[in-house]
């Protein structure tokens, strides 16, 4: 079945670099767009990054830009989010979500937790 | 850019109606057809129940439907069951190419 797992959090302190990992299987990961979305304890959902299918265009948050880089292996089926300069309003659940045009999200993993923190 | 703008809670009896509006602007909800919802049960992750304004994804209840009207969209449920307390956003697209995508700050569903 169609399914997305994230995978990689923990906790780091402020400052500190962590590298997400999303592993998608049951559909042909390279037709979709993706994008990484989190959610800060007891907040509302805040999208952070996205990727084309190809990996030819990116955008990101302000609140992340130039921190956070987003990548993809299409050959492994796989979304990554490399987070560096970690601060504390970091902390969140950090879902992967699958897009099948530029504006809905129809598939969305577990979700895995960041937690930054001295 | 702004979140879009929800009630925070709303509240409903079983089998009542009740609608959840999701405000914006015309550089978002308003200026396009690309408003989605989704539902979030605690400690879960959420769950697509409306895109393109009114499209349901399979699987979703006849139940839950969408609208808009300018720069407000609606997600309305009919014949509420107890399965549906849950949060729920509204995202639209925003056509920036710096900042593509709003999310709502979300509603409380409180089935009493």
């Known amino acids: 079945q169609v399914q997305l797992v994230e995978s990689g959090g923990g906790l780091v302190k402020p400052g500190g670099s962590l590298r997400l990992s999303c592993a998608a299987s049951?559909?042909?990961?390279?037709?979709?767009?993706m994008s990484w979305i989190r959610q800060a304890p007891g907040k509302g959902l805040e999208w952070v990054s996205y990727i084309s299918s190809s990996g030819s265009t990116i955008y990101y948050a302000d609140s992340v830009k130039g921190r956070f880089t987003i990548s993809r292996d299409n050959a492994k089926n796989s979304l990554y989010l490399q987070m560096n300069s970690l601060r504390a309003e970091d902390t969140a659940v950090y879902y992967c979500?699958?897009?099948?045009?530029?504006?809905?999200?129809?598939?969305w993993g577990k979700g895995t937790t960041v937690t930054v923190s001295s | 850019q702004s979140a879009l703008t929800q009630p925070r809670s709303v509240s409903g009896s079983p089998g009542q109606s009740v609608t959840i509006s999701c405000t914006g602007t015309s550089s978002d909800v308003g200026g396009y057809n690309y408003v989605s919802w989704y539902q979030q049960h605690p400690g879960k992750a959420p769950k697509l129940m409306i895109y393109?304004?009114?499209k349901r994804p399979s699987g979703v209840p006849d139940r839950f439907s969408g609208s808009k009207s300018g720069n407000t969209a609606s997600l309305t449920i009919s014949g509420l069951q107890a399965e549906d307390e849950a949060d729920y956003y509204c995202c639209s697209y925003a056509g920036s190419y710096t900042f593509p995508w709003v999310f709502g700050g979300g509603t409380k569903l409180t089935v009493l």
């Open positions: 049951g559909f042909t990961f390279s037709d979709y767009y």
């Open positions: 393109d304004v009114s």
């Open positions: 979500a699958r897009e099948p045009r530029l504006d809905y999200m129809d598939v």
